[in-house]
């Protein structure tokens, strides 16, 4: 089955800095990648997602960027604010074979330093 | 607006007792997940359901079993509570007829004594 790696773990970078997120994955057949921001005590929210046949893709502060040969997909934020503070999942799915399951990362926890 | 919602938020249970926790959505979209949430896990998909009648083990389903009796619920349940099933449990589902992009519910905190 399908494999993502995330990393890093733990991000801290001072406020108005960017941030960059990065994962893999292992199926060559995964063709949708969602990222999601959880913060504390709260459920997984949905705040970029990416298919691919698009090798970017920009939402005001952050952007997506897939790299199909390399299997490995990045979230960028620009102009941290504090408000980003929290942990951010990558996922990675097949769209159209049916299945509708996502394989998650284990997280990274942001840290907007003020 | 339509959306997901789980109960009970929190829960404390004994050893060896039967927990049910509940997921309704009002999108009326025949998928929906069960996840847990665990330090050093990330999420891990527990059982899933494509439809009314059809359930699909997941990743780490020992333990668990859920029934789709309609299009808007989908109970998980443990059977015989064990302590390593203390855990934050996620319900999620689609909104849109597409089914690819997924949204959650606001989770289930389970402990078990």
């Known amino acids: 089955g399908e494999n993502v790696e995330q990393h890093p773990s733990t991000l801290s970078v001072q406020e108005g800095d960017s941030a960059v997120i990065k994962c893999t994955y292992s199926?060559?057949?995964?063709?949708?990648f969602p990222w999601y921001k959880q913060e504390l005590g709260k459920g997984p929210q949905l705040i970029i997602d990416?298919?691919?046949?698009?090798g970017e893709k920009k939402d005001q502060r952050i952007a997506v960027t897939l790299n199909k040969t390399a299997k490995h997909f990045s979230l960028h934020i620009t102009e941290t604010q504090p408000e980003d503070s929290a942990v951010y999942f990558c996922?990675?799915?097949?769209?159209?074979?049916?299945?509708?399951?996502?394989?998650f990362g284990k997280g990274t926890k942001l840290s907007v330093i003020p | 607006d339509a959306e997901i919602t789980q109960s009970p938020r929190h829960k404390i249970t004994e050893t060896g007792r039967q927990v049910t926790l509940a997921c309704h959505q009002t999108?009326?979209?025949?998928?929906m997940f069960w996840y847990r949430q665990d330090l050093g896990h990330g999420l891990r998909l527990i059982h899933y359901?494509?439809?009314?009648?059809?359930?699909n083990k997941g990743e780490v389903s020992d333990g668990y079993s859920v029934s789709r009796s309609n299009t808007e619920d989908l109970p998980l349940t443990l059977e015989s509570a064990a302590s390593s099933q203390t855990s934050v449990y996620f319900c999620?589902?689609?909104?849109?007829?597409?089914?690819?992009?997924?949204?959650f519910g606001e989770g289930s905190w389970l402990t078990v004594v």
């Open positions: 999620a589902s689609p909104k849109d007829s597409s089914g690819n992009t997924i949204y």
């Open positions: 990416i298919r691919s046949n698009v």
């Open positions: 999108w009326n979209h025949n998928n």
């Open positions: 359901s494509y439809g009314v009648h059809d359930t």
């Open positions: 199926d060559s057949a995964s063709n949708y």
């Open positions: 996922a990675a799915s097949i769209l159209g074979a049916g299945s509708y399951q996502l394989t």
